[in-house]
């Protein structure tokens, strides 16, 4: 079966650093992108960006171009996103999901992050 | 305010058709053959209904339908059940520099 299971919520507080996880299995992780969508509470989805976990080539949202970072280690089929300084409007719930063929075909359980000093 | 526009919410009854749209532009939905839907309840993550504007995945009950006019593209779900009441977004590749687009999507209550 293929799933895609992400890390844990977190709870951080303004201006910490934090990277949240995305594990792949029951499929070449290489074959397909993984992107990432933000979806802020009560509100709807937002592609983020995408990357090749073949070679970590990657992609960005314009909102969000700097202020996140998209990275994977294939050796361990797993993507990353990544803050280094975090904001109270970061707080949301993030999902990854592999795209392949134009649609994201298969979505992590999500990870909630929620920022507050 | 999202690249795709979709309507706020749409109701109906069990067992009636209900149809949400999905306007864009030449750059995106009417562009490419590349819209897709995702169904998602309280709580879940999305789930893939339709891809590449008409095609279902394996699995998702064929009481759902896309298609596309334009720079329109819509979702049917006939027949209505309870279990169809959820928020639905449709995506598009877009040839601008986002490379990737959602609607804001739209709540469906089933009556």
């Known amino acids: 079966e293929v799933q895609l299971v992400q890390s844990g919520a977190e709870v951080k507080k303004p201006g910490e650093s934090l990277r949240i996880s995305c594990k792949g299995s029951g499929y070449s992780f290489t074959s397909y992108w993984i992107s990432w969508v933000r979806q802020m509470p009560g509100k709807g989805l937002e592609w983020m960006g995408r990357i090749d976990p073949s070679d970590s080539y990657t992609n960005y949202s314009p909102s969000f171009q700097g202020h996140v970072t998209i990275s994977a280690d294939k050796s361990i089929s797993t993507a990353y996103l990544q803050w280094s300084s975090l904001k109270a409007s970061d707080t949301a719930m993030y999902y990854c999901a592999s795209l392949r063929e134009a649609a994201l075909r298969v979505w992590g359980q999500g990870t909630l992050v929620t920022v507050s000093s | 305010q999202s690249a795709l526009t979709q309507p706020a919410s749409v109701s109906g009854s069990p067992g009636q058709s209900i149809t949400i749209s999905c306007t864009g532009t030449?750059?995106?939905?009417?562009?490419?053959?590349?819209v897709s839907w995702y169904q998602q309840h309280p709580g879940k993550a999305p789930k893939l209904m339709i891809y590449d504007v008409s095609n279902r995945p394996s699995g998702v009950s064929n009481r759902f339908s896309g298609s596309k006019s334009g720079n329109t593209a819509s979702l049917t779900i006939s027949g209505l059940q309870a279990e169809d009441e959820a928020d639905y977004y449709c995506?598009?590749?877009?040839?601008?520099?986002?490379?990737?687009?959602f609607g804001g999507g739209t709540k469906l209550t089933v009556l």
């Open positions: 995506s598009s590749y877009t040839s601008s520099s986002t490379y990737w687009v």
């Open positions: 030449s750059s995106d939905v009417g562009g490419y053959n590349y």
